[in-house]
């Protein structure tokens, strides 16, 4: 059995983490812009754009929108149709909700078990991204089973805790 201060130190552990990788996904965006900028001003001078910098814009989007998922699920940030959530009574859109999340959870829990499996045969391979630069493609298939495994955790969240993913008002989020 898994002590009160031992649940604490992995939920302190998992909550920076997910902080982590949002604040990373933050510095990614910036990045994307800088680079946007620095891309249009080399076009504009006539000077070739550097290779890296178009593949980190690639990675960059990529990375972003992963490592934000997470966080976003946590704060109900996804699509879902308000119009039908709303016109739910309560404990419809309390099992409807719930079952939403079961639903999304077993599929990010699947995506994050099926991106482990393409980590691990890119390692096994020695898969390597050959555009400008001998990249491992581990390092970009890495952030599928760490996203979804969160997404799969947060998602859990909406299904076991107190809170349901819906607020059951259109527009409450917006």
Not at 42 to 48: P, V
Not at 74 to 79: E, I, T
Not at 130 to 157: D, H, K, N, Q
Request: hydrophobic fraction near 55%; aromatic fraction near 12%; charge should be positive.
């Amino acid at each position: 059995m898994i002590s009160v201060g031992a649940m604490r130190s992995i939920r302190f552990v998992y909550e920076k983490f997910l902080q982590a990788m949002v604040v990373l996904a933050g510095m990614t965006l910036v990045w994307l812009m800088l680079a946007v900028v620095i891309s249009v001003i080399q076009r504009n001078l006539g000077i070739q754009s550097w290779a890296w910098l178009f593949i980190s814009t690639e990675y960059g989007m990529f990375y972003l929108t992963l490592l934000g998922a997470p966080w976003l699920v946590r704060k109900r940030g996804h699509v879902h149709i308000e119009l039908l959530t709303a016109s739910l009574p309560g404990r419809y859109l309390n099992a409807f909700s719930r079952l939403i999340a079961l639903l999304a959870a077993l599929i990010c829990l699947i995506m994050a078990l099926k991106g482990l499996e393409l980590v691990m045969t890119n390692i096994e391979r020695g898969d390597l991204d050959i555009r400008a630069y001998f990249f491992p493609t581990w390092i970009l298939s890495l952030a599928f089973p760490i996203s979804f495994g969160l997404m799969t955790v947060e998602y859990a969240r909406f299904v076991f805790g107190s809170e349901i993913m819906h607020t059951g008002v259109a527009g409450a989020l917006e």
